[in-house]
């Protein structure tokens, strides 16, 4: 049995104004109160993270950034760097999700950069990583993880990556409604960890936790957290609302 802490963290994208982030957390927080199997990390929008911050102040909820800009500050209009969101309250980022690839521009390698940016300023990362319909259709998931997680993990000295988590995300299954199936699952989940293998080492690799994040929701989060390669899940859409978000917490 994996000795990993499970990991659930909610995507909140671009949905929530500061009030609705408040009843958000007023709400949520009476039905995890005394959770303590899984990490549970918040990740709304930038101009939400304060309000979040105090209302979860001394409870078990943690914060987190969506993304951020690797550099530490500069004439960047639009962008975040990591001391910010240290300030701020965070604890964790989410750092090169499908949608910022798809329609940022983010790249293997700029996910990387954010990467170094984040462990030096002790931030949790949680690295995203997953195919495309057509690339699994063709036979192309097991090259599209190994390479997003080699590149994503370049010049990372093992010393310094014990807070990285992975959430292999198929592209194919984000706001579709479609799921990987548990044992499809399992299996990206296991080509990242023998990535991580050769990255980073097997030690480091047997304690990195690998996140599944596509359309999971309350019916199906049981069977993916049973399976032993899956250490948790980054939530999107269900993690809108407290009582579906705390159902899966609570699998």
């Not at 927080?29 to 199997?37: A, D, F, G, I, Q």
């Not at 939400?48 to 209009?77: H, L, P």
């Not at 959430?167 to 296991?190: F, Q």
């Amino acid at each position: 049995m994996s000795t990993r802490k499970p990991l659930i963290a909610a995507n909140w994208k671009m949905y929530k104004t500061p009030a609705q982030a408040n009843d958000f957390v007023t709400a949520f927080l009476p039905l995890v109160h005394s959770h303590t199997r899984d990490e549970i990390v918040l990740c709304p929008p930038f101009v939400d993270i304060a309000t979040v911050v105090a209302a979860a102040q001394g409870s078990n909820v943690r914060v987190g950034g969506q993304n951020m800009y690797w550099k530490e500050e500069g004439a960047f209009t639009g962008e975040i760097s990591a001391p910010m969101l240290v300030a701020a309250g965070c604890t964790h980022v989410v750092l090169g999700h499908s949608e910022r690839r798809q329609f940022f521009g983010e790249t293997d390698e700029t996910v990387n950069k954010r990467l170094h940016a984040a462990l030096k300023h002790k931030l949790i990362p949680i690295v995203c990583v997953g195919e495309l319909l057509a690339q699994r259709e063709s036979g192309k998931t097991a090259d599209v993880l190994l390479r997003q997680t080699a590149e994503a993990l370049t010049g990372i000295a093992p010393e310094h990556a014990g807070s990285i988590a992975i959430a292999y995300e198929p592209v194919w299954a984000i706001g579709t409604g479609k799921t990987a199936t548990p044992e499809m699952a399992a299996e990206a989940h296991h080509i990242i960890r023998e990535q991580v293998v050769r990255s980073l080492g097997r030690e480091i690799a047997d304690k990195m936790r690998i996140l599944y994040g596509g359309s999971v929701k309350p019916e199906n989060a049981s069977a993916l957290m049973n399976q032993e390669e899956i250490d948790g899940a980054l939530v999107g859409g269900a993690s809108l609302d407290p009582h579906s978000f705390s159902k899966i917490v609570l699998y």
